[in-house]
């Protein structure tokens, strides 16, 4: 059974976004075929969450590659989506300092159902807990049509250039 969803997807404005892509650039490293993520609909400081979506299209770089003939978005892109929500939030509001966000684990990653290519993924992050300086943990989950596709628990670690993980 999947876990109660952490936020009501259904109730953000997906056209009318807080943050576009332009703006996401601001604060996240990654680029080109790396971006995964179109824009963030919801930040919620009050309980350290936020909303944010991809909309997957049959030019992503996996599509050719990843079962052909049968384009599903592999699961470690979709973590990776996931991961680029929540670094967002963590590098925005500064939760644990250093120039970027690294993976420092994952756990508890379930997959529910495919998503392909003219879907759009929402992706909803909520931090758990955060030792600044040393970790932040965050619970995960994505959505397509209202129904949740994917879930986790994620560490995120801080990184700056010249220091190994």
């Not at 056209?15 to 075929?33: A, F, G, M, T, W």
């Not at 925005?92 to 300092?97: A, E, R, V």
């Amino acid at each position: 059974m999947p876990p109660r969803p952490i936020y009501d997807v259904t109730q953000f404005n997906y056209d009318k976004p807080l943050y576009s892509l332009d703006e996401i650039r601001k604060v996240n490293p990654q680029r080109h075929e790396m971006e995964q993520l179109t824009a963030i609909v919801h930040v919620d400081r009050e309980h350290d969450g936020l909303v944010g979506f991809k909309d997957v299209t049959e030019n992503e770089f996996w599509c050719t590659g990843h079962m052909p003939g049968f384009p599903l978005m592999p699961g470690v892109i979709l973590c990776e989506a996931a991961a680029q929500l929540a670094g967002f939030y963590a590098r925005k509001f500064n939760l644990l300092g250093g120039e970027y966000l690294g993976f420092g684990g994952m756990n508890e990653v379930r997959f529910r159902k495919s998503v392909f290519p003219n879907s759009r993924l929402v992706i909803a992050a909520r931090t758990v807990a955060v030792r600044f300086g040393k970790r932040a943990e965050f619970e995960f989950q994505g959505f397509v049509e209202g129904q949740m596709v994917f879930s986790g628990n994620m560490i995120g670690v801080p990184i700056n250039r010249g220091t190994p993980l």
